[in-house]
């Protein structure tokens, strides 16, 4: 069955610290992996895509990685703000059609305190 | 500015009524989605769309219906509410041109609450 599974499933850090939120997945075929934040009462919006060939992209202070092989993505947030609390959503795609099937993960809930 | 938008934000109402929750794009996406969003789930396609006359079911099943008579109108129908239909509906839409290929932009979302 093919699943997304995230942890942690929350997390509470202080205002400028780093935190880094874990993504693994059973979807084969393997297309692309996207991750989401979604504040609270918002829809989500994406902060990086990646596919089968790059292990790492950037956007501002969020870095996501992503191993292949293992199944394996991570979100590293850098020098967190009160502005990143949210949720942050991991979506893998799979080549099996030409929809590009999307399986969501349940999402890190992330709680930045001043 | 392109951008997707839902209305109502919110909305309650009592068992047995009739709703439509709107959903517009500017964006001129072929693509179009619903999904259904409870707290601390992921979310749930029940509604696709390829373009104008074209729906398709997703993987939850829904009593929900929609239609797609303009490539940037895909509204959502509940003909009978229940209180199992309270959830947040989240519209979203997508084209397949370039490098964005299928990154979805999604709307607000529409909190609905039947009583």
């Known amino acids: 069955k093919n699943q997304v599974e995230q942890s942690p499933q929350s997390l509470i850090i202080l205002e400028g610290k780093n935190c880094t939120l874990q993504c693994n997945y059973t979807v084969s075929p393997f297309s692309n992996l996207r991750w989401y934040k979604q504040d609270t009462g918002r829809g989500p919006v994406s902060l990086t895509i990646?596919?089968?060939?790059?292990n790492t992209k950037s956007n501002g202070r969020y870095t996501a990685t992503l191993d292949a092989d293992t199944k394996q993505s991570s979100l590293h947030i850098t020098a967190s703000q009160l502005s990143d609390s949210a949720s942050y959503i991991c979506?893998?795609?799979?080549?099996?059609?030409?929809?590009?099937?999307?399986?969501f993960g349940r999402g890190t809930q992330l709680t930045v305190w001043p | 500015e392109a951008d997707i938008y839902q209305t109502p934000r919110y909305l309650v109402i009592g068992t047995g009524k009739k709703i439509t929750l709107e959903c517009s794009q500017t964006?001129?996406?072929?693509?179009m989605y619903w999904y259904q969003q409870d707290p601390g789930m992921e979310l749930h396609l029940i509604h696709y769309?390829?373009?104008?006359?074209?729906?398709e079911k997703g993987d939850l099943s829904s009593e929900s219906t929609v239609s797609r008579i303009r490539t940037e109108h895909f509204p959502l129908t509940l003909e009978s509410a229940r209180p199992s239909h309270t959830s947040q509906y989240l519209c979203?839409?997508?084209?397949?041109?370039?490098?964005?290929?299928?990154?979805?932009?999604f709307g607000a979302g529409s909190r609905l609450t039947v009583l």
């Open positions: 979203a839409s997508s084209d397949n041109r370039g490098s964005g290929a299928n990154v979805l932009t």
């Open positions: 979506v893998v795609s799979d080549r099996g059609s030409t929809l590009g099937r999307l399986y």
């Open positions: 990646m596919t089968f060939s790059e």
């Open positions: 964006m001129g996406h072929d693509k």
């Open positions: 769309s390829y373009g104008v006359n074209s729906t």
